[in-house]
């Protein structure tokens, strides 16, 4: 399809004041301006601007893997980033987390009619610093316009593409009983940012959403100790209680977890405790949860810790022999309590 | 993510009354119950049930390409298809546009709050018959909801990654002075028919959509004269006015074409001569536009008039030495006018 490519238009997009028409997803010179001015200057590279409707590169033989993901979060701008540095990070960890080397990556735009020019570049070149930063090259795209009312600012799909290192190979169902849980680090930033952004809370420190690319992260943990992996999962949506309970039941084993070990910024807590909310249900958007080996967990936790964003990596717990698949939990108080996942939502649009 | 796996819940979904509601795009065990009752049912293939974030498969060293699309038409149901089944036409032909072979894709479903439970399944269903007829498996997905009012039913955005086969490399730059243009078959078919559905028109004969993957069609042409080949294109929106001007653009050349050469049928014709549209820019979603060397285009018309989605394959212009890069027609009546894009919007929603 005609997506992102043509040059062939005489005017130009009044971007500071300008609004996102249907005429800029009709297949038209309009289309192809905003395209231009906007999307590839942003993200900015040759696959782009080739202005194929699909983008060409070379692999060798060995095994690739492929996810998506949709991002609908609102409000589209929160502390600590947006929904476009959230749409690379988020895709670029799903990537990550069955150990591979992310190499690149699509986007698909949906954009609600009467959209600001200006918010939509803000979202651009955030996506394409992210792309940057991280080094996955955002190759190929898609641009819809839809009437107003039909959408909610804007809608961004990404989809990507890795590459798994030879003799890895991470599954949802392989972790074992006495194998070790450990965080990358403190749960709940990311939705907390969000809901205070969206219920208009001020706390006295600032909560930040941990938006972040974790394959570097990935890539020093496979180095260092990567035949003792067994999985590894990004908390996001349902946060940690979720992904512990999707891992215990893939598995088919249980889960027991320390409280005192999980990491938790007080504001964090606090906002949870203010908000109504339980962190472990909370999403975050630069955190993983890994399955290892007994042997292997020293040696990865000590190579998440020396890498920035695993630097408060935590052993939480082990997974246990449990044919109900449950996630126990001690807590702080000395007691015990099952983590269960929640039936329906706790926190609507926050990826 | 947590997004296409886990079987855990307990009461079952009533497909024929339900509704999507916010907790089944949480995280939680609605989102599970949603994802295994209605696409793990629907699409069916060991990665879907695997339940990773992402799925793995093994590639020989090569050439790939990578596309991505948006779909947000409406209406949903059309005659000749759905959402669903454009969704999988539409991404496999981005592919094949760059004469690849299609091996994978992923789904990102944005479905808004209150959608009936039995049109998301008849959408599933679709895609997944679609996925089995051509060959190409959903091999990992994502399912976003958002509160209603914010959305258009359902938009599903694709992605998909092909090979290219050795030796073959098309290029949006690649026509030259003297090339021949070669369409599949006849034009408009699709955004007509999706017009008089909106429009609630009804003619004496039945308007169908062209949708179709061509990938079989393509694998034919490149079979018997992959050489010859500069690039092909999938007219959609902007129909072929905007594929032509593109492609003259892109390659700085122009195109003289005959208007007579070009098939249409006479119920999309006074479709479009009712609606007020000029079917050169009315969308098609089973056809492509062939640049093809003048040596060749006498083999690969021949390899197309022999595929079933071929039949109606006509040549219908040149490409010429023009530093306009106009698109010149030669109209039935003997004169001939200059086939420019829009500017704006014909027909917005119609993919």
Redesign the interface.
Known sequence: ???M?????TWKLDIANGRV???H????????QLIEDIFHKALDNDWLR???????????????????????VSPLFFPGGNIGTLAVH?TIN??A??G?VPL?L?????IEEGFPLADLECIAQSMGDASRETGVPI?????????R????GV?I?T?G??R?PDGLDL???AAQPGDAVIISGSIGDHGVAVMSKRENLEFDTAIISDSAALHGLVAAMVAAGGKHIRLM??P????IA??L??IA??SKIGFHIDEEAIPLKPEVAAACEFLGLDPLNV?NEGKLVAVVAPDGADVVLAAMQAHPLGAEAMLIGHAVADEN?FVQMATSFGGGRIVD?????????I?
Chains 1, 2 share one sequence.
């Open positions: 399809m005609n997506k490519g043509v040059k062939a238009y028409d249907l005429s997803g009709a297949g038209g010179r309009a289309m192809g080739a202005g194929n409707d699909q983008s060409t590169f070379a692999v060798p033989s060995g095994r690739m893997v492929m996810t998506t993901d949709g991002y609908v988020g799903d990537i987390m069955a591979a690149y699509s986007a698909c735009f949906i190759i190929t795209g898609d641009t819809k316009v839809v009437e009312g039909k959408a909610d809608f799909s989809a593409v890795g798994v599954r949802a169902d999962r990004d996001t949506r349902g946060g979720a992904t309970n999707e039941n893939q999403a698949c996942w929640l039936s329906g939502e706790q926190l609507p649009r990826c």
